[in-house]
């Protein structure tokens, strides 16, 4: 009934003709328009084509469909478990503990000290502008800026596979 009404909307559409309801369509020819200000018209054929339409006829009368804009692919379970990813809590013990021992302080989540990348910084950063997030395992220098845990145990000597690998 849907589609019914969609095509007759288009055929009013083309033909600048009243609304047309699927009930209304069915008007049979010699029968008589009742309504109020019809004057009892008398339903007639304007134009009578042998044979019977196929409904894809009236397809280019359908209202075309709004594009929607392109949906993301639906992940792929790889990707999503490469993007829920724990990271190995062995491994965050381990820089933690290798990180205090070279002296950098800890505040709430975050090791702060020298960047693990001096010759990035004009005076091999002694202002300390790196810290290490405890809780992430992400590191973060003003000036380099993120920095990865793996990079950090690379730089570290630390072997992630050691612990079984960075993540769980
Ligand atoms: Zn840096």
């Keep these: 009934m849907g ?10 559409r083309v033909s600048n003709s009243d609304p047309l309801s699927p009930v209304q369509s069915l008007r049979l020819v010699g029968s008589q328009n009742t309504k109020a200000g019809r004057d009892n018209a008398l339903c007639r054929i304007v134009e009578l084509n042998p044979g019977c339409y196929p409904l894809e006829a009236f397809a280019p009368l359908l209202p075309r469909p709004t594009v929607k804009p392109p949906s993301a692919p639906p992940r792929r379970r790889s ?28 505040q709430g989540d975050w090791l702060s000290g020298p960047c693990l990348h001096p010759a990035q910084h004009q005076h091999g950063d002694v202002h300390h502008s790196f810290g290490f997030n405890v809780q992430s395992g992400y590191g ?7 920095i990865l845990l793996k990079d950090i145990c690379h730089t570290l000597g630390i072997q992630p596979a050691d612990y079984g690998g960075l993540f769980v």
């Design 79 to 106: 990707n999503q478990r490469s993007s829920n990813h724990t990271i190995n809590p062995a491994v965050l013990r381990i820089v933690n503990d290798q990180l205090t021992r070279l002296g950098y302080v800890q």
């Design 140 to 146: 973060n220098c003003f000036r380099c800026g993120s």
């Design 3 to 12: 589609l019914a009404r969609r095509m007759l909307r288009g055929l009013q």
